[in-house]
C-alpha cells in the first residue's frame, strides 16, 4: 500500500509540475514583444505563488516529500513569473517597481515566519491552504460564468483543465491514501470545477461551434479565434490553474 501511495504522490507532482509551465507563456509573450507586460496575469500568478508557497510549508511540516518538493518549484516558478513582471515595471515606474519588489521580498520571509514559528501548527496551516486555494477557485467560476454570458466556449482552456482534473484525481487518492482532510478536501473542489468546466466546453461547442477554433493555442495564449480582439487578449492571459 506505501508503494501505491507514494507512486499517486510522484504521479500527482509531475503533472502539477507540468501545470505549472503553462502560466509560462503569456510572459514569453512579453518577452517577444507580443503582450504588454500591464496584461498579464500577475494578480492570478501572485495568488498562486502565495497558495503553493502555504503549500509547500504545510508539505515540510506533514512530512509529505511530494507536496513539499513540488510546491516549492512551483512557488520558485511564479516567483521568477513575477519578478519578470516587476523588471518590465521597472521601465514605467521605479519606484512602484521597488516597493513591490520589497513587498514580494518581505511578505515572503513574514508569511515563512508566521506559518512556521508564529503559528507552527499543520492543521492551521492546512486550513490556510484550503483558504488560498478558495481564493484560485475564484478564476474557473468567473471563466465559466463568462461562457454562459457570452455563449463562447474558447474562454475555457481546456488542455490545462484535463490537465488540473488528472493531477487533482491523484492529489485526492494521495490524500485519501494518507488520511489527510487538507489535502483531499481542496481537489474535490478542484475536480467538481474541472469537470464544470469541461462540460460547458463540450456544450457550448456543439450549441455554438466557432468556426477555425484553435482551442489548444487558445490555451497556452499564443492565438485564437479570428476578427475577436477581446477574446485574443483573454486567451492570452488564460494561464491560470485551478490547484489544490
Not at 70 to 86: A, E, H, K, M, Q
Not at 133 to 145: E, T
Not at 204 to 218: A, L
Request: charged residues 15%.
Amino acid at each position: 500500500m506505501e508503494k501505491i501511495q507514494e507512486s499517486f504522490g510522484w504521479t500527482a507532482m509531475g503533472i502539477t509540475l507540468c501545470s505549472f509551465l503553462i502560466p509560462v507563456f503569456p510572459f514569453l509573450n512579453i518577452i517577444k514583444g507580443k503582450l504588454n507586460y500591464e496584461d498579464a496575469p500577475i494578480i492570478m500568478v501572485t495568488s498562486c505563488y502565495v497558495n503553493y508557497f502555504c503549500w509547500y510549508v504545510y508539505g515540510d511540516m506533514i512530512f509529505s516529500i511530494q507536496l513539499k518538493y513540488g510546491y516549492l518549484i512551483g512557488s520558485c516558478i511564479f516567483g521568477i513569473l513575477i519578478v519578470i513582471y516587476l523588471f518590465y515595471e521597472i521601465k514605467k515606474n521605479l519606484i512602484d517597481s521597488i516597493l513591490n519588489a520589497l513587498i514580494l521580498i518581505t511578505g515572503t520571509w513574514a508569511l515563512y515566519r508566521a506559518l512556521t514559528i508564529i503559528i507552527d501548527d499543520d492543521r492551521v496551516v492546512g486550513k490556510i491552504c484550503i483558504g488560498t486555494s478558495c481564493i484560485i477557485f475564484v478564476s474557473p467560476i468567473k471563466v465559466i460564468i463568462k461562457v454562459i454570458k457570452e455563449k463562447n466556449y474558447t474562454f475555457i482552456p481546456i488542455f490545462n483543465c484535463y490537465l488540473c482534473l488528472v493531477y487533482s484525481i491523484c492529489w485526492l487518492v494521495y490524500g485519501i491514501f494518507i488520511t489527510d482532510f487538507y489535502v483531499i478536501f481542496p481537489n474535490i473542489i478542484s475536480i467538481i470545477l474541472c469537470l464544470v468546466q469541461i462540460f460547458f466546453h463540450l456544450n457550448y461547442k456543439k450549441k455554438y461551434p466557432i468556426i477555425d477554433e484553435r482551442d489548444f493555442n487558445s490555451t497556452i495564449g499564443i492565438e485564437t479565434t479570428p476578427n475577436e480582439e477581446e477574446i485574443k487578449k483573454d486567451a492570452i492571459k488564460m494561464g491560470e490553474i485551478t490547484e489544490s
